[in-house]
Structure formats: C-alpha cells, structure tokens
C-alpha cells in the first residue's frame, strides 16, 4: 500500500470560541502496509456532529478530549481495500470512529459491515446510525411520549430533532418544532408531518410557542439550551419529560452560560430532566437499529442530509454547523 498516499486533519490548538482553520492542519503521508488481523479502509462519507467541538475542549466530558497533533476521529462508512483479517475482504463496505482521513490502516474488530441493499451508504451515519439511535432512545427511553401529549423538540431541522418529531408521530403524539428559518419550518410541518412549527429566530418565541402548544408541553427534546429551552420550560404540563441531549446554543461561548433558574419550574411540574449520551445505550444499539430499519422501510420515517463534496471541505463542513446551514445530518462525502 505505499503507493498510496494519505492525507489526514491534524487537531494542532484548542479554539477558544468557535472553532477555525487555525485549530487544524492537513497533513500528507503514505499509508502504512496492514498488519496481521488490520485492514485499510477507504473513506467514502465522513459525519462532522456539534458533539465534536466539546472535544476539542480540554475539559471533563463524557468522552476524552481530542488530543493535540493527532487525527480527529468521528463516524465514517468507508470500503476495505486491503485485508489482513479473515473477516473482511476487499469491497465490503463497513463503518467505523475512525481518523479524518482518506485511508485508516485498523485493527477488523473497530469496523463492522453494512449493507447497501438495505439502505444508502450515507444511512448508516444518519437514520441508521448515532443519529438515528440518538432521536430513539433519548425519546422513547427518557421523553415515553403517549398518545395525545405534546412533544416538543429545539433544533428540529437538524438530524436528531427531524427524527425524534416524526418517532412522536409514529407514537400518536402531537409534534412541535423549532427551527431557524422559515424555509425549515415549512419543511418540518408539511414534509415531515410536524403539527406546527416555529421559527426561534423571527418569532416572539413565548407567544409562537403557546400558540403551538394549547396544552402545553409534557415532552421536550432539548438539543440547543439557551433562551429557546427557556422559553419552553414555561410551558411544562404537570410530570414533563426532559431529554437534554445538546446544548448547541452555548458550545462556542467564551463566558458563562448564564439564564434563568429551571429549578422550581421543575419541582412545581414535578419534571423529570435527564441528561444522555448514547453510550448509555451501547447494549440496545440492535433493538434500535431493527426499529428505525423497519419505520424506515415502512415510509413512516424519513430523513435528510447535507452532503458537502471532497474531503478538503471536512473542516468547512463542521464550522456550518453552527451556523445551522444544515437540513438534516451534515455529511462529508470524501470522494
């Protein structure tokens, strides 16, 4: 394999704010011969997620930080092209936490296979993979919405909110989201099936929100904080249900996240506020994946993805999506 070359991105500082090109560097090397039990995995699509920036951090989280002058690593589905493993072989399409680069020389066990006939490639990072698993153990396992009851969820036009309205629906709940922008509000309710929909951005956000939510809240899906969440904790129904599952709002923040006290909104409500990662749910990985395969194939669930061309743009690819630039997963495909 030494007449291939490799290039990978190099996390070389820590940003402070938000992160820029400055925080990384492409390096070129050529890739490494496998060894005994390793294959060397081509990178077709590569997953940039908001939960990256606070690895770039180093500070306690629930995942080590990112280390200085190594590869950032994220979801990637890629193809074997060289096997050493009696478990693979050239052309298996698998995916894998593996470096951002055009070729990972890993041991078999870090990758698993997918299959294409079942679903596109680029699924297996979005509906069918952290994503997909995200909207459907955090709603169902902490939100248990029921029929009737409202569900709310912030950052809904991103690749967790747009799945956890439609799971509501699936469940007979009442789905309310909350985007950016008009055209994503209209996406949401008339594509979606969302039964309302609104834009945090225009809107005065207390009086959308009440409008859209007559009976007020008893589940809401948090993937933003900050004064969207604040506004919807106004509207907690007697025993809510908090998933909070991001806090995109305030990744970038150089200060203090400061806003109102949830507290006696909580004991008042008798809420339940739960914070999760899906690791938590590492041994349920395949009763989610058979459910979101079987909604899938049903047409009860569908999803979106912004897919951003060459490997090149990966970095470029990850600074949109704090400017919310995305419908859906946003996605590198590599070449």
């Known amino acids: 394999m030494s007449q291939l070359m490799n290039k990978s991105i190099v996390f070389v500082s820590r940003p402070v704010g938000l992160p820029s090109m400055d925080n990384f560097e492409f390096r070129e090397a050529p890739v490494q ?4 039990g ?3 995995v081509r990178s077709i699509y590569l997953s940039v997620d908001p939960y990256m920036r606070g690895r770039m951090s180093d500070a306690k989280s629930y995942v080590e930080p990112y280390r200085l002058n190594e590869v950032i690593s994220g979801g990637i589905v890629g193809e074997i092209v060289e096997s050493k493993s009696d478990q693979f ?10 470096g951002w680069q055009l070729y990972n020389v890993v041991d078999a066990k870090l990758v698993r296979k997918v299959d ?3 679903a596109p490639l680029s699924a297996y990072l979005s509906v069918l993979g952290l994503t997909g698993l995200t909207a459907y153990f955090g709603l169902l396992d902490i939100g248990q919405p029921k029929a009737g009851e409202t569900v709310v969820v912030s950052g809904a036009a991103g690749a967790v909110g747009m799945l956890v309205g439609q799971i509501a629906k699936i469940k007979g709940a009442r789905a309310v989201g909350i985007a950016g922008t008009d055209e994503k509000c209209a996406y949401l309710v008339n594509e979606l099936g969302f039964d309302a929909a609104v834009n945090y951005k225009t809107a005065d956000l207390d009086k959308a929100l009440a409008e859209a939510c007559p009976d007020g809240v008893d589940v809401y899906f948090d993937n933003v904080g900050g004064p969207v969440s604040d506004a919807v904790m106004n509207l907690l129904n007697d025993y809510a249900r908090i998933p909070v599952c991001g806090a995109i709002s305030s990744y970038n923040a150089t200060d203090a996240d400061v806003g109102p006290r949830v507290q006696a909104k909580i004991i008042k409500t008798r809420s339940l506020m739960k914070g999760f990662v899906l690791g938590d749910y590492a041994s349920r990985q395949q009763e989610g994946l058979v459910e979101l395969g079987k909604w899938l194939s049903e047409g009860k669930l569908k999803y979106e993805e912004t897919i951003i061309e060459g490997f090149d743009h990966v970095i470029d690819a990850f600074l949109k999506l704090f400017e919310g630039a995305n419908l859906g997963k946003m996605l590198v495909k590599v070449g």
Not at 89 to 98: C, F, N, S
């Open 33 to 36: 011969a496998p060894a005994e």
């Open 38 to 40: 390793q294959v060397v």
């Open 89 to 98: 072989k050239p052309g298996d399409k698998v995916i894998g936490m593996l």
């Open 116 to 118: 294409e006939s079942i």
